[in-house]
C-alpha cells in the first residue's frame, strides 16, 4: 500500500495532488473515502481468507493423499504377494474413479518397476523418473510436481517388508477452482458492500454538506453586506455549534455597523452643524466688524470732529462765559464718546471676566441685561461660590451661554421674568436658565435640526457645552417657557464659601 502511494506521487506531483483536493467538492471526498476504504478492506479480507483457504485445502489435500496411499498400500501388498496383477489393476481404477483428485495411482514392486496403473493408454513420459524411490523409508512422502492442469501432490508409500511403492498423485485443481470461486464470490460481497457503503455515504455526506452549505451561502450573503443573514440548523455537534456561532457573529456585526452608521450619521450632522456655526461666527464677526465701523464713525467720530471744531473756535472765542459754556458742551460730548467706546469694548469683551471672574461679570452683564429689557424681570442667583477661580475656558463659555440664552429669551420668548442659577460644585458647574415666554416645540426644533434648519443658539451653546465633556438639555413646551440645563465637569475641585 505504502509502495503504490509512492508511485502515485511520483507520477502526480504534491502540488498537482493538492489542486485536485481544493477542486474536489466535499461530498465526492467524503466518498471516495468510503470507497477506497471499504475497497482495501474487501481486499485485504480477500487476501487473507484466501491464503488461509488455500493453507487449510492443501493440508486437508496431502493428508487425504498419504491417507489413499496408506490404503491402496495396505490392500496391494497381498495382491503384489500372489501376483494378482488384474487386481492391482482394478484396485487403481477403483482408486482413481472413486477420488476425483486423483490423476494416477501406481503400484510398483520392490525392484522399482510399474505392476498396475490407472492409464488406459501408457504412463506419460517421465512420470517414472520424477522421483527416486527409497528402500529404508517408513512412512509416506509427498512432494509437489508441476503439470499442465496445476500442481499435483506425488504421494510416495512404501509397502511393509520392502516389497514394493505406492505412487499416488493428487491434483490441486479442484482446490483451486473453489479457492477461485470463494474469492469470486468475495469479491461480488466487497463489490455489494463498497455500493452500500456509498449509498450511505451519499447520505451522510449530504446530511453533514447540507448545513455547511447553509453556512458558506449566508457567508457569501454577509461578505456582499447582507447582515441580516441568519443560519437553522439543529442539533448540539459540531456544525450546530458552529452555526450559533456565526449567528451571533452575523449579529454582532450587523449592531456593530447599525451603530457604525448612527455615529457616522451623528458626526456628519456635528460637522453640519460645526460648518453652519463657522459661517454664522464669520459672518457674526463681519456684521460686527460693521456695527463697531459704523458706530465708530457715526458716533464716536462724529462727536471727535465736534470736539474739534468746538476746541477750534474755543481757541478763536474772546467771550469768557461763551467760552466757558462751550468747554462744557465739550466735556458731555468727551464723556458720551468713552461711554460709547467703553459699550462697545464690553460687548466685545468684558475686561471684568478677565479681572474679577465669571460672577462678577454675570452680575454686571444682567443689570446691564436688565436696565436695556425694561418690562422684564431677570433674577441671577449664585450657589456655593469658590475661592478660587474657574478655569479661564470654563467662565468664557458659560458666560457666553448665558449671553446667547438671554439674546434667545429677548428675541423669541416675549418673557417677562428670567431666573439664572449658577451652583458651582468640586466635580462639575451646573447652569439653569428658565424664562416664562412662549416656549416651543423641543421635537420639532430637534427635527429641524437634523434637516439644518435648526437654531444656530441653541446649536452653539451644545457646542460650547461638547467641547468641554459637558451636558446640555432643553425642556420646553408651547406657551409653558424654557428651561435650559447645561453641566460642564471640572478637572479639580476648589473650597467653597458659603
Keep these: 500500500m505504502i509502495k503504490t502511494l509512492k508511485r502515485i506521487t511520483k507520477y502526480f506531483p504534491s502540488r498537482t495532488l493538492q489542486k485536485i483536493q481544493e477542486a474536489v467538492p466535499l461530498n465526492v471526498k467524503i466518498m471516495g473515502i468510503v470507497a477506497?476504504?471499504?475497497?482495501l478492506l474487501g481486499l485485504t479480507v480477500i487476501i487473507d481468507m484466501r491464503s488461509y483457504v488455500t493453507e487449510i485445502l492443501d493440508d486437508q489435500l496431502r493428508k487425504r493423499a498419504v491417507t489413499i496411499g496408506n490404503e491402496v498400500a495396505s490392500e496391494s501388498m497381498n495382491l503384489i504377494l500372489v501376483g494378482d496383477l488384474i487386481g492391482l489393476y482394478e484396485k487403481t481404477k477403483a482408486v482413481s474413479?472413486?477420488?476425483?483428485?486423483?490423476?494416477?495411482?501406481?503400484?510398483?514392486?520392490?525392484?522399482?518397476?510399474?505392476?498396475?496403473h490407472n492409464f488406459g493408454q501408457g504412463?506419460?513420459?517421465?512420470?517414472l523418473e520424477l522421483r527416486q524411490l527409497e528402500k529404508d523409508a517408513t512412512g509416506a512422502d509427498v512432494i509437489e510436481v508441476d503439470s499442465e492442469e496445476g500442481v499435483i501432490l506425488d504421494v510416495l508409500v512404501p509397502l511393509e517388508g520392502n516389497t514394493g511403492w505406492v505412487r499416488i498423485g493428487m491434483s490441486e485443481a479442484n482446490m483451486t477452482r473453489t479457492i477461485n470461486a470463494l474469492s469470486i464470490k468475495l469479491m461480488v460481497t466487497t463489490l455489494g458492500i463498497?455500493?452500500?457503503g456509498?449509498?450511505?455515504?451519499?447520505?451522510?455526506?449530504?446530511?453533514?454538506?447540507?448545513p455547511i452549505k447553509r453556512l458558506v451561502d449566508a457567508s457569501i450573503a454577509v461578505a456582499e453586506g447582507d447582515l441580516s443573514q441568519r443560519v437553522s440548523i439543529g442539533g448540539q455537534d459540531e456544525i450546530g455549534q458552529l452555526g450559533g456561532s456565526f449567528n451571533g457573529m452575523a449579529e454582532s456585526l450587523e449592531r456593530y455597523t447599525q451603530e457604525r452608521e448612527a455615529l457616522l450619521a451623528e458626526l456628519m450632522d456635528k460637522e453640519q452643524i460645526r460648518q453652519q456655526l463657522l459661517n454664522k461666527v464669520i459672518s457674526a464677526q463681519e456684521e460686527e466688524r460693521k456695527r463697531i465701523s459704523r458706530e465708530l464713525h457715526d458716533e464716536a467720530g462724529q462727536s471727535l470732529t465736534s470736539l474739534i471744531i468746538g476746541l477750534k473756535l474755543l481757541s478763536q472765542g474772546n467771550d469768557l462765559e461763551q467760552t466757558r459754556g462751550m468747554a462744557e458742551d465739550l466735556r458731555r460730548v468727551a464723556y458720551m464718546t468713552l461711554e460709547d467706546v467703553h459699550?462697545?469694548?464690553?460687548?466685545?469683551?468684558?475686561?471684568?471676566?478677565?479681572?474679577?471672574?465669571?460672577?462678577?461679570?454675570?452680575?454686571?452683564?444682567?443689570?446691564?441685561?436688565?436696565?436695556q429689557q425694561e418690562i422684564m424681570v431677570?433674577?441671577?442667583?449664585?450657589?456655593?461660590?469658590?475661592?478660587?477661580?474657574?478655569?479661564?475656558?470654563?467662565e468664557t463659555t458659560l458666560y457666553r451661554i448665558v449671553q446667547e440664552a438671554l439674546t434667545n429669551v429677548a428675541k423669541y420668548a416675549k418673557a417677562r421674568n428670567v431666573s439664572i442659577v449658577l451652583e458651582i460644585r468640586p466635580e462639575s458647574v451646573n447652569l439653569i436658565i428658565e424664562d416664562d415666554g412662549v416656549g416651543f416645540n423641543v421635537e420639532r426644533v430637534l427635527k429641524e435640526r437634523t434637516l439644518g434648519r435648526q437654531n444656530l443658539g441653541l446649536a452653539g451653546m451644545q457646542e460650547r457645552s461638547a467641547l468641554f465633556g459637558g451636558t446640555f438639555e432643553i425642556e420646553?413646551?408651547?406657551?409653558?417657557?424654557?428651561?435650559?440645563?447645561?453641566r460642564l465637569p471640572l478637572e479639580r475641585g476648589g473650597k467653597h464659601e458659603r
Excluded: C
Aim: hydrophobic letters at 45%; a negative charge.
Design 97 to 116: 474413479m472413486h477420488n476425483k483428485d486423483v490423476r494416477y495411482v501406481l503400484i510398483l514392486d520392490e525392484k522399482g518397476q510399474l505392476v498396475a
Design 198 to 210: 456509498l449509498f450511505g455515504a451519499f447520505i451522510m455526506s449530504h446530511l453533514l454538506t447540507r
Design 123 to 127: 504412463i506419460p513420459m517421465g512420470l
Design 343 to 371: 459699550r462697545l469694548a464690553v460687548e466685545l469683551r468684558p475686561t471684568v471676566l478677565d479681572d474679577m471672574g465669571l460672577v462678577a461679570a454675570l452680575e454686571r452683564y444682567v443689570a446691564e441685561y436688565k436696565r
Design 194 to 196: 463498497t455500493i452500500l
Design 36 to 39: 477506497v476504504f471499504i475497497s
Design 378 to 394: 431677570v433674577d441671577l442667583e449664585v450657589h456655593n461660590q469658590m475661592v478660587e477661580r474657574l478655569p479661564s475656558e470654563v
Design 476 to 486: 420646553s413646551e408651547p406657551g409653558r417657557g424654557t428651561t435650559l440645563y447645561v
